[in-house]
């Protein structure tokens, strides 16, 4: 039993620092700690369903991570759909490519903020627990505004204990200062997925 608390002591200040560490200074999330997003506390088949993934559509997918939830997307879309998975970081999408093999999707690295696409070139935007590791959020968001194309929707992830969790409240007046309008939200205060449309 007193293991299992110091793991939990352990836990609970590492998440304290990092949450300290990304309101100072907001950072992607470092490659090394991957194995940490593919715990079974997460459905990942319950995540892409909240998005409201369709089969045959244009998906952008911003921090992918090492690809744990690219998979599932890429399982949803079928053989006409179309995901890119965007990072900052070479090496995420290394990841990507090492775990999808001949599935891989379209890699590109930019920041989430600074898009190399043409207006309306995306059916939806799908982040998870991403928005918060971006420094610019209102840009990130202005830009999937513009990539995404009229009536396409954006489907925000955010849970805790993310350190760079972002409440509900605040992420919808960020997306929608950005003139998207509200969508449903799933899920609960803790651990929820917000979609938006674009006019």
């Known amino acids: 039993m007193s293991i299992l608390l110091w ?5 609970v200040l590492v998440l304290a620092a990092l949450r300290v560490r990304s309101l100072v200074s907001p ?3 470092p490659p090394w700690m991957t194995p940490m997003l593919e715990t079974p506390l997460r459905n990942r088949e319950r995540i892409v369903l909240r998005a409201g993934v369709r089969p045959n559509e244009r998906i952008l997918e911003i921090g992918p991570g090492a690809g744990w939830l690219s998979e599932a997307l890429l399982g949803k879309l079928g053989a006409d759909g179309q995901l890119t998975c ?6 995420m999408l290394r990841k990507v490519r090492a775990r999808l093999g001949e599935r891989t999707p379209w890699l590109v690295c930019s920041s989430g903020s600074c898009l190399p696409f043409r207006e309306g070139t995306f059916d939806r ?3 998870q627990h991403v928005l918060g590791e971006i420094p610019d959020k209102k840009g990130a968001v202005v830009e999937l505004a513009r990539v995404i194309r009229a009536d396409g929707e954006l489907a925000v992830g955010e849970g805790l204990p993310d350190p760079d969790y972002i ?5 919808r007046e960020l997306v929608m200062e950005a003139g998207f309008e509200l969508g449903e939200r799933l899920g609960s205060w803790w651990e ?6 674009r006019p």
């Open 7 to 11: 793991v939990l002591v352990g836990t």
């Open 27 to 29: 950072r992607a999330f």
């Open 86 to 91: 965007l990072d900052i970081q070479i090496e």
């Open 125 to 127: 935007a799908f982040l």
């Open 167 to 171: 409440r509900a409240p605040v992420l």
């Open 192 to 197: 929820y997925t917000h979609r938006f449309r």
